[in-house]
């Protein structure tokens, strides 16, 4: 089977595996290149199969040669198609994680469940005995409660509606897009999904079944932004979902004092994941923003940001560097002014006809092919994708 992408919109609906295995092992080499740290060698990430988790877990495992659980929700192989990129990105991590002499286990399964937290803590005493670090990289639109309750996130602006230019990917187009403002209801319920609370919920469990190492440290990933991207973000649902997850961190942080641990928030730059590039209107933000740090010598993938991290901010020789309200600044080279004053100098300046010359749309759209297993240097797309073989992998 010859494998084209299928992209609706701004969502991908098949992916290359042989291609995600490319994307892969370009991960665990750049993190190679980058030279071992010393870091956790017991390591949970929630949401570990594409994005920020999955980048994490190969900086850890590569750089720092640590032990990993991973949990993510994926679809395998069936009737309905081959299944997702983190399907596959979970199958070819493990299998280059065990060849470097590493334990890595992929739990797939939904992360807000009870359920889960059960079969997070069994594996962890029966593979690792307890964890040092607990990464939290969940991005999803729904969480279903404890009592079944299905709660929904959704992506709107508060206070005036706000629009502008968006971009589909499937078209390569831009187009008007506008976010409305939410009302207290779909406030609350994004929180409840976006917030912190089964942050908390987790390190409870974890801390209650003794399966925290002393000084064990948790950090959680979150997005601020510059000021022009507050109707989206700062100021929209998800923006009251981060405060929550930012306040949450206090209090994770006080219930871990008893083990002489931590808890931190990583605020993140932008960059194209599944998840934000479904965020309306940012994507714009998100191409002059990679035009301008490319062209200053400043851009990071979701690699080379998670690399910084653990090597730079949280293992370096200065310890864990975050500010006052225990956020880690990894959007400092984002928010340098003279990087947000080229942006802001571009964006009114976007049409649907110039939008390729006034940033880079091209490389926005690359990365978002390759998330997905497509447009990666060295795969021969031409040739077909034994399917028998790839459906007898597992996770
Ligand atoms: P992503 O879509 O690439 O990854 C999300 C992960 O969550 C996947 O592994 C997915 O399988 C997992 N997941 C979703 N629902 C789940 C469930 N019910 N059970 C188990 N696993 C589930 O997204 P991402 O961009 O890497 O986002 C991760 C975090 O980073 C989010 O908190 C996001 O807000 C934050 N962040 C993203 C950006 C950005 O620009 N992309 C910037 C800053 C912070
Ligand atoms: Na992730």
């Known amino acids: ?185 779909e406030i609350r319920d994004t929180v409840t999904v976006m917030g912190g609370e089964d942050w908390q919920l987790w390190l409870q469990a974890l801390q209650q079944a003794d399966c925290l190492a002393p000084g064990a440290q948790t950090v959680a990933y979150s997005y601020i932004g510059p000021e022009s991207t507050y109707p989206l973000y700062r100021d929209g649902t998800i923006g009251y979902a981060k405060e929550h997850l930012h306040a949450t961190a206090e209090t994770i942080n006080l219930q871990l004092a008893q083990i002489g641990g931590h808890a931190w928030v990583s605020v993140c730059k932008a960059l194209v994941t599944k998840a934000s590039a479904y965020i309306p209107v940012l994507p714009v933000y998100l191409g002059l923003l990679m035009g301008v740090m490319k062209e200053r010598g400043v851009h990071e993938g979701c690699i080379e940001q998670m690399q910084r991290l653990f090597a730079g901010k949280m293992y370096g020789p200065n310890g864990v560097v975050a500010d006052g309200n225990r956020l880690i600044r990894m959007d400092d080279h984002e928010l340098d002014p003279a990087i947000q004053a080229a942006v802001s100098a571009l964006w009114p300046k976007v049409t649907p006809d110039n939008f390729h010359a006034l940033g880079d749309f091209a490389g926005l759209r690359r990365d978002f092919m390759q998330l997905n297993g497509f447009e990666l240097t060295g795969v021969d797309y031409g040739a077909p994708v034994d399917v028998a073989s790839l459906t007898e992998l597992i996770p």
């Not at 010393?38 to 495992?61: D, E, M, Q």
Request: charge should be positive; include cysteine; aromatic fraction near 6%.
């Open 1 to 185: 089977m010859i494998i084209t992408p299928q992209i609706q919109g701004c969502v991908a609906r098949n992916c290359h595996p042989i291609g995600c295995r490319a994307a892969v092992q370009q991960q665990i080499a750049s993190v190679r290149a980058a030279g071992p740290f010393n870091g956790p060698k017991r390591v949970l990430v929630l949401g570990a199969s594409s994005g920020f988790g999955l980048a994490s877990r190969i900086a850890l495992t590569f750089g720092a040669g640590a032990d990993t659980i991973g949990i993510s929700f994926e679809r395998g192989p069936s009737d309905k198609g081959l299944g997702s990129a983190g399907w596959y990105n979970n199958i070819w991590f493990r299998q280059a994680a065990e060849q470097a002499g590493r334990i890595a286990i992929n739990l797939i399964g939904d992360a807000f469940s009870d359920t889960m937290r059960q079969q997070a803590i069994e594996t962890i005493r029966q593979q690792l005995g307890q964890v040092d670090l607990v990464i939290y990289s969940l991005a999803s639109g729904i969480r279903v409660l404890a009592d079944g309750t299905q709660v929904r996130s959704v992506l709107k602006t508060t206070g005036q509606p706000f629009s502008g230019w968006g971009l589909d990917l499937e078209r390569d187009a831009l187009v008007q897009q506008s976010l409305a403002p939410a009302t207290p209801e």
